[in-house]
C-alpha cells in the first residue's frame, strides 16, 4: 500500500511569505514606536544584517563600476600616449635623417672649397657591386651633366675614385680600393714618389689601401704622413688626398719602401659624391 506523499510548500511561497512578515514587523515596528520591544529586537536580528549585506553588496558593485571606469580612462589615456609617442618617434627619425642629409651636404660643401679651382658637380649613387666596399659603383648623371670617362670623384674628405663609362643619365665610378686600381702618388712632407693601389683583401682585414716604390732616400718618410696624387699623373688631377700612411718598411732591395695608407674616405658608406668636371690633359706616367 503506497504512502501519501508528505505536502510540500514550494520554496517561491516560503520566500513570499517571509517578505509579507518581514514587511508587517516593519510597519508595526514603525507606527507603534516600540523601542526596545519584541518587534524591534527581531527586526534588529533580521533586517539589520540584510541591510548590512545589501549595503555590502552595492558597495562593491560600486567599487566594480569606479575600477571599470578607471581601467577604461587608463586605457585610453595609454592610446593617446602610445599615439604621441609614435608622433614623437617619428619626428625625432624625421630630424636625424635631415641632420644626416645636412651633415652629408656640408661634407660635400667643405670638399668643394678645399679644391676650389676645378668645377665639380654633385651626384648620388644609385647602385653598386656586390660586397661589403663601394669598390665598383653607379652614380645619376652622366653626358647630359658634362661628365665623361676618366673624371676624378671625390667624397669624404679626398679622392674616391675615376669614371669608367658615362651614359646620358649615368657614370659608372673605380674606386681607388678596387684590386685594378692603381695611382701615382706624392707624399706631401717630402715630394717622394711612390705608387698606391687597391686591395679589396687588405680592405677587408685592415680597412687600408697599398702602396710601393717609394724612393725616400733621405729616411723622412713617417706613419701619418699625408698621400696625395702626384703631379706625374695623366688621369688623376695633382694634390688630391689620398689618405695617411698607416705602415712603412723597407723592401728587401734596400732601396725604397712599402707600406699601407689608410684612405680618407668610407669606403663602406659613399652616398653623395663630387665628380671634377676638369681633366688631366697630359703626364709622364700614370698607373691605370
Known amino acids: 500500500m503506497k504512502r501519501k506523499s508528505k505536502f510540500k510548500i514550494p520554496s517561491k511561497y516560503l520566500l513570499m511569505g517571509f517578505t509579507v512578515i518581514a514587511g508587517i514587523l516593519i510597519y508595526v515596528s514603525l507606527t507603534m514606536n516600540l523601542s526596545g520591544g519584541p518587534l524591534n529586537t527581531v527586526a534588529g536580528y533580521v533586517f539589520v544584517p540584510m541591510q548590512q549585506g545589501i549595503n555590502y553588496v552595492g558597495s562593491w558593485l560600486k567599487d566594480k563600476t569606479d575600477n571599470l571606469k578607471n581601467l577604461k580612462d587608463v586605457m585610453s589615456e595609454n592610446?593617446?600616449?602610445?599615439?604621441?609617442?609614435?608622433?614623437?618617434?617619428?619626428?625625432?627619425?624625421?630630424?636625424?635623417?635631415?641632420?644626416?642629409?645636412?651633415?652629408?651636404l656640408r661634407e660635400l660643401l667643405d670638399l668643394d672649397q678645399k679644391y676650389p679651382s676645378y668645377e665639380k658637380v654633385a651626384a648620388n649613387v644609385i647602385g653598386k657591386d656586390a660586397g661589403n666596399w663601394f669598390s665598383t659603383f653607379t652614380i645619376d648623371k652622366g653626358s647630359k651633366d658634362g661628365i665623361d670617362v676618366d673624371m676624378n670623384v671625390l667624397a669624404g674628405s679626398g679622392l674616391v675614385g675615376i669614371v669608367t663609362d658615362v651614359g646620358p643619365n649615368y657614370a659608372k665610378i673605380r674606386s681607388i680600393i678596387?684590386?685594378?686600381?692603381?695611382?701615382?702618388?706624392?707624399?706631401?712632407?717630402?715630394?717622394?714618389?711612390?705608387?698606391?693601389?687597391?686591395?679589396?683583401?687588405?680592405?677587408?682585414?685592415?680597412?687600408?689601401?697599398?702602396?710601393?716604390?717609394l724612393k725616400d732616400s733621405d729616411d723622412e718618410a713617417n706613419v701619418g704622413d699625408p698621400?696625395?696624387?702626384?703631379?706625374?699623373?695623366?688621369?688623376?688631377?695633382?694634390?688630391?688626398l689620398i689618405g695617411y700612411i698607416n705602415?712603412?718598411?723597407?723592401?728587401?732591395?734596400?732601396l725604397t719602401k712599402s707600406g699601407t695608407i689608410t684612405p680618407v674616405v668610407d669606403f663602406e658608406h659613399i652616398e653623395e659624391v663630387l665628380v671634377i668636371l676638369d681633366k688631366k690633359q697630359s703626364g709622364e706616367e700614370e698607373s691605370k
Open 227 to 240: 698621400v696625395v696624387t702626384s703631379y706625374i699623373s695623366d688621369k688623376y688631377l695633382q694634390g688630391i
Open 247 to 254: 705602415t712603412i718598411e723597407v723592401d728587401s732591395n734596400n
Open 178 to 213: 678596387d684590386d685594378t686600381s692603381k695611382i701615382s702618388g706624392m707624399l706631401l712632407t717630402t715630394s717622394d714618389r711612390c705608387i698606391v693601389h687597391g686591395d679589396l683583401q687588405e680592405m677587408n682585414e685592415n680597412q687600408n689601401i697599398l702602396f710601393n716604390n
Open 79 to 104: 592610446q593617446a600616449l602610445k599615439e604621441k609617442v609614435d608622433s614623437l618617434t617619428l619626428e625625432l627619425n624625421t630630424i636625424k635623417l635631415e641632420q644626416y642629409e645636412l651633415d652629408n
